[in-house]
């Protein structure tokens, strides 16, 4: 779920076929067995593996979920984390493509180990370069050193003119690096600054490394 995407966008679900049965059956407990393996040790910061079918049916993609806590009077949408890779929260009682402002949680594969500072630099001269004159990034105060929180405004997005995302980095349980992203995306700034107590709860929350 880069900025780039369209985190807010409406969308269609799609189901698995009926054929595909024994798929289903082999991925959901791949599923449950990363989601067991997170549930065994809630007390640090860790990124998960999930897989799952993708590509109308034709592969098996990894997505890397951060372990979060869900926001008090908010919920975790399954829908809407499979089909954008990342832990997509709603308020409660609010559909996705209804709510003012969402919260979500994703991880990026760090291969190379960059260091957090030059990793979201340039995540940000990407998306500057792709999204406009009117495009603005502000850094926020972080009160833990190791996160990195930015506001990205962007007018011409209707659907996201305005996100706040926390960065900080952690690993799976087989020491591989990650970028974390823990964002606010919201419909206007009145709904992303409501939400923002939230995401310092969820960085507080978190053991990060």
Known sequence: MAR??????????????????????FIFGLACLT????????TRAEVDKIIHVCD???RMCAEFRPRVKTPDGWEMNEAASLRYGASM??????????????????????????????WVAAS???????????ANITALPSVNPKVIINRYDNPSLKDQPIEVIAH?????????????QLAISGLNEAAVLAALPLLDKMIAGAAIP
């Open 124 to 134: 940000d001269r990407d998306w500057a370069r792709t999204s406009g004159k009117e």
């Open 89 to 118: 929260f709603v308020p409660n009682g609010k559909k996705f493509g209804k709510a003012e402002a969402i919260i979500y949680a994703r991880g990026s594969y760090n291969k190379d180990r960059t260091g957090l500072v030059e």
């Open 35 to 42: 989601v067991s393996y997170g549930a065994m040790f809630p």
């Open 4 to 25: 780039t995407c369209a985190c807010r966008l409406l969308f269609c679900f799609r189901w698995i076929s009926r054929s595909s049965t024994a798929m289903r059956r």
């Open 168 to 180: 900080y980095a952690d690993l799976d349980k087989d020491g591989n690096s990650y970028v974390v």
């Open 56 to 58: 109308g049916q034709q």
